[in-house]
């Protein structure tokens, strides 16, 4: 993974997490297979997925600082970090 400006990654080729998550989902209920493997590989890929980024939002709600990001603070480039993997482009 590339950083860019202040510790947030390179965005231009990825989507963000709640749109894959959605993806994944959709995926899982929709492919055919004959055993069922695929889907629950899927599934599970998903549902990890949304646990991974819940467990991120947590810890950065954590860190909150009262005043503006600052590129110094190890807290707020995890925060920018997280904006930019976790978060739809929306919310950021």
Same mark, same amino acid.
């Given at each position: 993974?590339?950083?860019?400006?202040?510790?947030?990654?390179?965005? +231009?080729?990825?989507?963000?997490? !709640?749109?894959?998550?959605?993806?994944?989902q959709v995926l899982a209920a929709e492919i055919e297979?004959?055993?069922?493997?695929?889907n629950a590989a899927i599934a599970e890929g998903a549902?990890?997925?949304? /646990?991974? +980024?819940q467990l991120a939002r947590d810890m950065v709600d954590?860190? $909150?600082? !009262?005043?503006?990001? $600052? /590129?110094?603070?190890?807290?707020? $480039? &995890?925060?920018?970090?997280?904006?930019? &993997?976790?978060?739809?482009?929306?919310?950021?």
């Amino acid at each position: 993974m590339t950083e860019g400006d202040k510790g947030a990654p390179d965005m +231009a080729c990825r989507t963000d997490t !709640p749109t894959l998550i959605k993806a994944l989902q959709v995926l899982a209920a929709e492919i055919e297979s004959d055993d069922g493997v695929a889907n629950a590989a899927i599934a599970e890929g998903a549902q990890r997925l949304q /646990e991974l +980024a819940q467990l991120a939002r947590d810890m950065v709600d954590g860190i $909150r600082h !009262p005043v503006a990001l $600052r /590129e110094s603070c190890p807290g707020c $480039r &995890l925060t920018i970090r997280y904006r930019h &993997l976790a978060l739809s482009k929306d919310q950021w």
